[in-house]
């Protein structure tokens, strides 16, 4: 992972693990349900910011390395990984 991408994706998920604090704290001071839910998806979103982020920096660095390497079982293989990692973002 680039350090650039590393950096960001540090940082995002740091303040994610400050909303899942919110979130339990929020369950522990028994507030309102619909207020928990709303701070779930604002917790879901921004982690499918990061996974977003990662798939794009293994996008630009990982395969497209494969690719340009020449390497036939190595382009095969990062692009078939490729085809699972977001066959599983989507379900």
């Not at 990662?54 to 497209?64: G, N, Q, R, T, Y």
């Amino acid at each position: 992972m680039h350090d650039t991408t590393k950096k960001a994706v540090s940082a995002r998920l740091r303040r994610i693990e400050g909303q899942g604090g919110g979130v339990l704290r929020m369950v522990g001071d028994d507030r309102y349900c619909v207020e928990g839910l709303t701070q779930i998806n604002a917790v879901r979103a921004a982690l499918h910011q990061v996974e977003k982020q990662i798939l794009a920096d293994h996008v630009s660095h990982c395969v497209a390395g494969a690719i340009e390497s020449g390497d036939e079982v190595d382009r095969r293989h990062k692009i078939d990984e490729l085809i699972e990692a977001v066959g599983r973002m989507t379900r």
